[in-house]
């Protein structure tokens, strides 16, 4: 049996979550972590997307991503095939490098955005590795706190949620991240 074609409905975000092989670590170092954000950059080079938030875990990650020119499969292949090259080669392994293929859904509402980005930063805090998303590295949550841009972020799609000036968006976005309020 074939596996089921997935839906791509161009403008539109998912949630997308990869975790590796029998939950083993992804990322095993510091070099690991920002060879990943390398190929996203390459990747969106070749093939244009648009990320409202990541986090990079320790054995998963998670992308909140949207493609307006490619399906989020072939942007997600590329991803996938590139890292899982560096990653068999670094370590001198061959096999699977990831869990099954990657989980996506749809996010269909605003209140699903806010949702998801938020899940999505707190989940190095719901883990117990950090005691707040700011605290840890590799997700873009610094980028929500802070007035600066990364080229791969669109964090308008979430700030713009919120009334006011850019900071006043940035507090009410870390006081719906931490409190779970709107």
């Keep these: 049996m074939g596996r089921k074609k997935r839906i ?20 095993k170092d510091e070099g690991d972590f920002k060879t990943f954000l390398h190929i996203l950059q390459q990747v969106h080079k070749k093939t244009p997307f648009e990320l409202a938030s990541y986090c990079l875990m320790t054995n998963h990650f998670h992308l909140q991503i949207r493609s307006k020119e490619q399906p989020v499969s ?14 068999n080669t670094k370590n001198r392994i061959t096999g699977h490098v990831f869990e099954k293929r990657y989980y996506d859904k749809q996010i269909t509402s605003k209140q699903g955005m806010l949702e998801v980005s938020r899940y999505i930063h707190m989940n190095p805090v719901d883990a117990n590795m950090v005691a707040t998303p700011q605290s840890y590295r590799w997700s873009s949550y610094r980028y929500y706190m802070h007035i600066s841009n ?11 949620y919120f009334s006011g000036n850019p900071w006043e968006k940035r507090r009410k976005y870390r006081v719906f991240v931490r409190n779970n309020q709107t």
């Design 74 to 87: 072939k942007v997600m292949s590329l991803i996938n095939k590139r890292y899982a090259d560096y990653y």
């Design 8 to 27: 791509w409905v161009p403008n539109s975000f998912y949630h997308v979550i990869c975790r590796g092989n029998r939950r083993d670590a992804l990322f």
């Design 150 to 160: 990364h080229h791969l972020l669109n964090m308008a799609v979430i700030l713009d």
